[in-house]
T-cell receptor, first 115, second 111 residues
Framework: EAQVTQNPRYLITVTGKKLTVTCSQN?????MSWYRQDPGLGLRQIYY???????DKGDVPEGYKVSRKEKRNFPLILESPSPNQTSLYFC??????????????FGPGTRLTVT | GENVEQHPSTLSVQEGDSAVIKCTYS??????FPWYKQELGKGPQLIID?????GEKKDQRIAVTLNKTAKHFSLHITETQPEDSAVYFC??????????FGQGTELSVKP
């Protein structure tokens, strides 16, 4: 089944404790992206990757890191989480060549709470 | 950078009525405008999209219109059904890998 998977689905952590949210897609998509969803703010793009070893900042990259060493995986890293990073996170992927200009397939989301 | 404004934030209609959601964007370089539907507990899913060289696009009960001059685009859902109840997001792609979403509209269709 073609899909985007994220792990974990739910995570409660404490301020400053490094964490990684994994994202994997099995559709051979070149483009991948991370978003956070907050009430009243919609979805905001954190980082995106047009291809392996190519990553770029979205609108809200502060406090996050990403890497794209393999085509299928695009982990989101929070080196020192803070309470303002409590949010619902979505990973998405898309067939090239336009990256964001083609249908994006979203994962099921990761609910992160930082206390 | 690009900014997308979406209205209304909530919309309640009777089953069978039409629903219209409107968005405006700021960056004239944006050339792709998708609409996503998000059901409770799930990730968003594309329902329709339009490119800047097209003024209108239809897919059964759903249509999207684009006014490039005014930088407006709208989603029209006709003959609404209870299963249309969800949160709808518009978005604009200014260039390359960026995609800017609106704030979302919670649509409720009452039987």
């Amino acid at each position: 089944e073609a899909q985007v998977t994220q792990n974990p689905r739910y995570l409660i952590t404490v301020t400053g404790k490094k964490l990684t949210v994994t994202c994997s897609q099995n559709m051979n998509h070149e483009y991948m992206s991370w978003y956070r969803q907050d009430p009243g703010l919609g979805l905001r793009q954190i980082y995106y990757s047009m291809n392996v070893e190519v990553t770029d900042k979205g609108d809200v990259p502060e406090g996050y890191k990403v890497s794209r060493k393999e085509k299928r995986n695009f982990p989101l890293i929070l080196e020192s989480p803070s309470p303002n990073q409590t949010s619902l996170y979505f990973c998405a992927s898309s067939f090239r060549p336009g990256g964001a200009s083609y249908e994006q397939y979203f994962g099921p989301g990761t609910r992160l709470t930082v206390t | 950078g690009e900014n997308v404004e979406q209205h209304p934030s909530t919309l309640s209609v009777q089953e069978g009525d039409s629903a219209v959601i409107k968005c405006t964007y700021s960056d004239s370089a944006s050339n792709y405008f998708p609409w996503y539907k998000q059901e409770l507990g799930k990730g968003p899913q594309l329902i329709i999209d339009i490119r800047s060289n097209v003024g209108e696009k239809k897919d059964q009960r759903i249509a999207v219109t684009l006014n490039k001059t005014a930088k407006h685009f709208s989603l029209h859902i006709t003959e609404t059904q209870p299963e249309d109840s969800a949160v709808y997001f518009c978005a604009a792609a200014p260039s390359g890998g960026k995609l800017i979403f609106g704030q979302g509209t919670e649509l409720s269709v009452k039987p």
